[in-house]
């Protein structure tokens, strides 16, 4: 069973590998790039800050411990399970289109960048609660996933792996994130109920 997973895996990605244009290589090579996502990420901010104001800080710093966790984990189980990446695939290899020789590192089980990508998308729509915003967040992190098989760098099970556990640690992380602001506005109305009974 695992042996034919494996096979339809591999099959699927030199499938959707093989799907490829001079416009798409270059498209799919800058935007598998953290940097090139930066002005999406500024405006990110400014909506949080603009709904948020005084938590935006902390938002900022879930994010930044989310994406820790998620790139961290990731890279355990890559060095834990050994899964080579396509690109690096004796067998599998030879036979897919690379842009650019974007093949970088032996193993690939599971993506970070699927699992960052949807972390943050489950995080943020979670904090907007909008059906269109969370659309777009889910959108964008299923095509950062999908740059990673379009350039021979993760089987579609890596991205579905990393995908699932982004979707678990960002809805971990809001869960937690809630529980911190609960906890601490109950200190809050605890402290002002104690400073209105005590001037009396």
């Not at 089987?155 to 792996?161: C, V």
């Amino acid at each position: 069973m695992l042996e034919l997973l494996k096979d339809l895996d591999a099959q699927l990605l030199l499938f959707l590998n093989s799907c490829h244009t001079p416009f798409w290589d270059t498209v799919m090579f800058y935007s598998t790039k953290k940097f090139t996502w930066i002005p999406l990420y500024v405006i990110l901010l400014f909506f949080i800050f603009r709904e948020y104001k005084q938590r935006t800080l902390i938002i900022l710093v879930f994010t930044l411990i989310l994406v820790g966790i998620t790139d961290q984990v990731a890279m355990t189980f890559k060095e834990g399970l050994e899964r080579w990446r396509p690109c690096r695939d004796p067998e599998i290899g030879p036979n897919l289109h690379l842009v650019k020789e974007m093949c970088r590192g032996r193993f690939g089980f599971f993506s970070a960048h699927a699992a960052t990508s949807f972390a943050i998308a489950t995080f943020i729509s979670r904090l907007f609660n909008n059906k269109l915003f969370t659309f777009f967040m889910f959108t964008w992190a299923a095509f950062i996933s999908y740059t990673r098989i379009y350039l021979g760098a993760h089987f579609p099970g890596d991205i579905l792996a990393g995908a699932f556990f982004g979707l678990f640690i960002g809805w971990i992380n809001f869960k937690v994130y809630n529980l911190f602001y609960k906890n601490k506005n109950r200190k809050f109305r605890k402290k002002h109920v104690s400073y209105s009974l005590s001037h009396r």
